[in-house]
């Protein structure tokens, strides 16, 4: 994040537009005022002009409104009608505009080179270098935080997926669908088109949501005993 705080970086403005989304996205969920999902999505729209990798927030946004289980379908439809015109219009412009002036969405890229595979390794490697010494091997240090990922990811989700949990924190939906969201779009693009190998460039988004979603499933496992008999300790 400081190195991508002094360069010149379209991730230093997706950072900032992710985060104020977060913020204005939870206050939506609170407050549930119409203006407020409308500046949710001019965020996101901005964010996926920035990087085509918002499609992430996009996901993220549509999934938490679609899963509100206190809200009746047709508000839900609603929301997401309105969330997801506003998030994508600007985006579905300017690809025209792309597609008319150039005869192309994104403009003519080579095929990349690296397999999916290969961009697995680099994701789950640069991920693990955030946390883990490099004193590890690589297989050591990949091992690790793949477990520990499906671990603090299938908690988060075991906690918003549970009623009372889930009115506590159920805005960090959004945070944990964008969290598995975004790596899936950035794998897609570099597995098709070649672009610089992974690394902390293109991952700093992650660093945030991911700070966030430890924090929530260690705070969770105070609580946790307390929804779920099974795992009661006393």
Not at 111 to 116: G, I, K, M, N, V
Not at 122 to 138: C, G, K, Q
Not at 194 to 211: A, C, E, F, H
């Amino acid at each position: 994040l400081l190195q991508g705080s002094i360069m010149a970086w379209t991730e230093t403005l997706f950072i900032a537009l992710l985060s104020l989304f977060f913020l204005q996205f939870h206050s939506y969920l609170r407050e549930e005022r119409l203006r407020v999902l409308v500046g949710a999505g001019i965020l996101v729209s901005l964010a996926c002009l920035t990087k085509y990798a918002g499609v992430a927030l996009v996901f993220s946004g549509v999934i938490t409104l679609l899963l509100r289980r206190d809200w009746p379908i047709n508000r839900r439809l609603f929301s997401v009608t309105v969330f997801g015109v506003i998030s994508t219009l600007p985006t579905v412009f300017w690809l025209v505009r792309n597609l008319i002036l150039e005869g192309t969405l994104t403009g003519v890229r080579e095929p990349s080179h690296d397999t999916l595979m290969d961009n697995l390794y680099l994701l789950f490697d640069v991920i693990s270098r955030w946390f883990l010494p490099s004193v590890l091997t690589p297989v050591v240090r990949l091992g690790i935080t793949f477990v520990f990922l499906g671990v603090v990811v299938s908690f988060v989700t075991a906690l918003i997926g549970n009623s009372r949990a889930g009115s506590r924190i159920g805005s960090l939906l959004s945070v944990l669908s964008f969290f598995l969201a975004y790596p899936v779009v950035i794998l897609y693009a570099a597995t098709t088109v070649r672009i610089t190998p992974l690394n902390d460039r293109y991952l700093s988004p992650l660093v945030g949501p991911l700070i966030l979603l430890l924090c929530v499933a260690f705070d969770g496992t105070r609580d946790y005993p307390r929804f779920s008999p099974k795992l009661r300790l006393m």
